[in-house]
T-cell receptor
């Protein structure tokens, strides 16, 4: 059965810290991996990764995919209180048109 | 305009009521989605419309009825819901017709069934 596992499930850090969120997957016919940030309501797209070893970067956020070891990491440097959110990882796999979602990592950044 | 707009933001309805959720996007996206999200769970796909045609129905009960009047609008008609249907209902759109691409989500409708 296809699955996506995120770790840790929750994390509390202080402003300025660097955090690394993990997403591992076991799926058939991997196509892409996506990261979303969800604050109160709407998930916001962060990155889509399809190729191994190529880092995607946006400001203080970056992400990389390892297709050999079947995982991705999301790094956030110099965290701010506005980074507090649930970070969701989802994998697009197989011939069906579905995303397999992880349960998310709840990040709290304290001032 | 990179927004997906959902109305209403909150809805309380009785089990015998009929109501509709609305979603609108003006990004020219050809795929639109309805998701249901329970607390501390990821979004759960309900329906996908691609080029205004229903392409995926994830075995959703018939008390949920989607409608896509045109490429910018998506409705979800609700009838005879159960208390366990209370959840956040999210609409999303994407340029391409499947989920594995960047999707833009609306702010959601918080539905409570009493």
């Amino acid at each position: 059965e296809d699955k996506v596992v995120q770790s840790p499930l929750s994390l509390v850090v202080h402003e300025g810290d660097t955090v690394t969120l993990n997403c591992s997957y076991e799926v058939t016919n991997f196509r892409s991996l996506l990261w979303y940030k969800q604050e109160k309501k709407a998930p916001t797209f962060l990155f889509m990764l399809t190729s191994s070893g190529i880092e995607k970067k946006s400001g203080r956020l970056s992400s990389i995919l390892d297709k050999k070891e079947l995982f991705s990491i999301l790094n956030i440097t110099a965290t701010q209180t506005g980074d507090s959110a649930v970070y969701l990882c989802a994998v697009h796999a197989g011939n069906n048109r579905k995303l397999i979602w992880g349960l998310g990592t709840s990040l709290a950044v304290n001032p | 305009d990179t927004e997906v707009t959902q109305t209403p933001k909150h809805l309380v309805m009785g089990m015998t009521n009929k109501k509709s959720l609305k979603c609108e996007q003006h990004m020219g996206h050809r795929a639109m989605y309805w998701y249901k999200q329970k607390a501390k769970k990821p979004p759960e796909l309900m329906f996908v419309y691609s080029y205004e045609k229903l392409s995926i129905n994830e075995s959703v009960p018939s008390r949920f009825s989607p409608e896509c009047p045109n490429s910018s609008l998506l409705n979800l008609h609700l009838h005879a819901l159960q208390p366990e249907d209370s959840a956040l209902y999210l609409c999303a759109s994407s340029q391409l017709g499947w989920e594995g691409t960047e999707a833009f989500f609306g702010q959601g409708t918080r539905l409570t069934v009493v």
